[in-house]
C-alpha cells in the first residue's frame, strides 16, 4: 500500500508538529471541552446500526475522523490471492486459512451518511451543532483493511490518527475501536519511527499517551497486546470485553426481561426505525428483508430464518445488535459525569482500574453490578441497568428526524443546589435540593438511588418531591466515597432522563 507520508514530507511536519506538541505537555489539557472522537470500524452488521445511532449524537462531541479498518471477523485481502490464518482462537476455528473474510466493502459508510444528510435539516433544529454530511464525509478514511492484525504499512486512515496525536489542538483523542486495533496501532508506530530518534522523544510519547484514550470492545486482533501495550503502556485503555455483549447479538441470554420489551420489534419497528425518515430505514432488524453485500454470515433480515436460531426466537423488526454503541456513549453528557473516571459507571458502562497498569480500566466480574432481578452481582448489569433511557433516548432522536421542535421530546435539565462534591462525617444527614428545567415544559419527576458498587457503600435516601435526606452509615470511614444518583425524567414521549452525580466524601 501506498506510503501517505513519505520521508521527506515527515522531516518536514516534525518542526511544526513539535511545537504544539510540547505546549500541550507543559499546560495539559481542559476537560470541559467538547471532546473530540475517532472511530474505527470493521464494517459489521452491528457497527453499521452503530454508525447511525452514533450519527444520531455527533452533535454531543467533535467527530475528527471515520476510519475503515480490519478486525478477525472481517478484513479484504490484498487480491492476490494471499491466504492467512486468525491470530485469534475464535475465528481461527472457525474460518481456517482464507484469503479474504466476509469483507463488506468501503462504501457503505458514505452510502449511510448520503441518507443523514436528507434527514441533517431536520436535526438542525434541534441542535445547530450537528455536523454537516460533507463535514463527515471529509474524515472518512481508508485505514489497514487488508489483513487481521495488518499493521506493516502506513494507510490515509492511519496517518489521519497520527496526524491528529500530534497536532495543536490539546484536547484529548477518544478513539474508538470498533473492530481491530491496528489501524490505530500503525498510527502510534508511525509516530515512532518518525521521532523515536528525537531528541525529545520521550516528552513527544509522553504527550501522545496523553492525549490518546482507547475505548475497545473486546481484543478483535492482536494488537494491542503485542504492539500498543507493550509499546505505549500509559495510553488510557477502557476495555469492554463482558458488558457489551447485553448490547450485541446474545442480548435474550443477557438483558433483564423488564429491559428486553425496549430492544423487541414492537418498540424498535414503531418508534425508530419505521416512518422516521431514510437513515433510520438502513438500520438492521431482524426481519426487515436487508442484506449486507459481501457478509454471507448476515442471515439475520430473513423473515424465515429467524424463528429459531442459536441466540432465540426473534420477530420482525427486534433488535439484532448494536456491540460497540458502548464506545461512543461514553462521550454523551447525560450528568453522570463518568468521562473522567469510567470506574463510576454510566451509558458506556464501568470499568476498575487493573492491578497491573493503573492507566488501563476493564470490566468483567471486579466491575459487577447486584442485578435486582436476579439478587445476583453481574457482569453486564452496569450496562444493562440504562437500557431502557438509552432506547428511549435514542427513539427522542429518531423523532427529531422527521418532526418540528414543537412536535418532539427534548431531555430536561437537571440539578442540585449543593453542588456534586460534598463532604459529611459518619452518621450525618444531608438534605439535598432537586431542581428540573424542562424545554419543553414538562413536568419533571426524580429518583433518587445509591450507586453501592461505583463507592464505597450504601447510604439511606429519603425523597420527598424534590427534597432529599441522605443518611450516611455510622461505620463510614474516613476518606470513603458515596455516590448519590439524581434521575430527572420528563412527562412527554418518548420519556427522557438525565442525571446529577452528587459524591459525598466523609471527611
Not at 112 to 140: G, I, R, S
Not at 157 to 186: C, H, M, V
Not at 355 to 374: C, F, M, V
Amino acid at each position: 500500500m501506498l506510503d501517505f507520508q513519505p520521508t521527506i514530507v515527515r522531516t518536514m511536519k516534525k518542526i511544526n508538529l513539535l511545537l504544539p506538541l510540547l505546549f500541550m505537555i507543559t499546560f495539559g489539557f481542559s476537560q470541559h471541552d467538547i471532546k473530540r472522537t475517532i472511530i474505527t470500524t470493521d464494517g459489521e452488521i452491528d457497527d453499521v446500526d452503530t454508525f447511525i445511532r452514533f450519527l444520531m449524537y455527533t452533535n454531543e462531541f467533535d467527530t475528527e475522523g471515520i476510519i475503515y479498518s480490519s478486525s478477525m471477523w472481517h478484513w479484504k485481502g490484498d487480491g492476490k490471492g494471499t491466504t492467512m490464518v486468525s491470530e485469534m482462537e475464535m475465528t481461527r476455528n472457525i474460518y481456517g486459512e482464507r484469503s479474504e473474510l466476509r469483507w463488506p466493502g468501503t462504501s457503505w459508510i458514505q452510502e449511510v451518511l448520503a441518507e443523514y444528510e436528507k434527514v441533517h435539516p431536520n436535526l438542525l433544529l434541534h441542535d445547530k451543532n450537528y455536523p454537516t454530511a460533507k463535514e463527515l464525509l471529509a474524515m472518512v478514511k481508508v485505514g489497514n483493511i487488508d489483513f487481521e492484525g495488518e499493521m506493516d504499512n502506513r494507510t490515509e486512515g492511519s496517518a489521519w490518527i497520527a496526524q491528529k496525536l500530534l497536532d495543536e489542538d490539546p484536547r484529548e483523542i477518544f478513539l474508538q475501536a470498533w473492530g481491530g486495533t491496528n489501524t490505530i496501532a500503525r498510527a502510534l508506530k508511525s509516530i515512532e519511527e518518525d521521532y523515536s530518534d528525537h531528541k525529545d522523544w520521550e516528552s513527544i510519547k509522553e504527550g501522545v499517551s496523553k492525549k490518546a484514550i482507547i475505548y475497545t470492545i473486546m481484543d478483535q486482533d492482536a494488537t494491542y497486546k503485542k504492539y500498543i501495550g507493550p509499546n505505549w503502556p500509559k495510553i488510557r485503555v477502557f476495555y469492554n470485553a463482558n458488558q457489551f455483549w447485553c448490547f450485541a447479538y446474545p442480548w435474550k441470554q443477557v438483558v433483564p426481561k423488564s429491559q428486553q420489551p425496549y430492544l423487541e420489534g414492537s418498540f424498535m419497528g414503531a418508534n425508530i426505525i419505521n416512518d422516521h425518515g431514510p437513515l433510520l430505514k438502513k438500520y438492521y432488524s431482524y426481519g426487515d428483508g436487508q442484506k449486507q453485500e459481501g457478509d454471507p454470515n448476515h442471515f439475520e433480515g430473513d423473515i424465515l430464518k429467524i424463528a429459531n436460531t442459536e441466540r432465540g426466537s426473534f420477530s420482525k423488526y427486534d433488535f439484532i445488535s448494536e456491540g460497540d454503541s458502548p464506545a461512543f456513549l461514553h462521550l454523551v453528557d447525560v450528568g453522570l459525569d463518568n468521562y473522567e473516571n469510567p470506574s463510576r459507571g454510566g451509558w458506556s458502562g464501568r470499568f476498575v482500574q487493573s492491578e497491573e497498569n493503573p492507566h488501563r480500566y476493564e470490566d468483567g466480574k471486579a466491575a459487577s453490578d447486584l442485578n435486582p432481578e436476579t439478587g445476583e452481582m453481574d457482569k453486564s448489569y452496569a450496562q444493562t441497568r440504562w437500557i431502557k433511557p438509552m432506547q428511549l433516548d435514542f427513539a427522542a432522536r429518531a423523532d427529531w428526524c422527521i418532526k418540528s421542535f414543537d412536535e418532539a421530546n427534548h431531555p430536561p435539565n437537571i440539578s442540585v443546589s449543593e453542588g456534586n462534591a460534598i463532604h459529611a462525617k459518619p452518621g450525618e444527614i444531608i438534605d439535598l435540593n432537586l431542581s428540573g428545567e424542562d424545554i419543553d415544559g414538562h413536568p419533571v419527576s426524580f429518583k433518587v438511588w445509591p450507586y453501592v458498587e461505583a463507592g464505597d457503600g450504601a447510604a439511606s435516601i429519603e425523597l420527598n418531591t424534590n427534597k432529599v435526606s441522605v443518611q450516611i452509615p455510622e461505620t463510614a470511614k474516613i476518606g470513603e466515597k458515596y455516590h448519590v444518583i439524581v434521575e430527572g425524567t420528563d412527562t412527554g414521549f418518548p420519556a427522557l432522563t438525565r442525571y446529577q452525580r452528587v459524591i459525598i466524601k466523609i471527611e
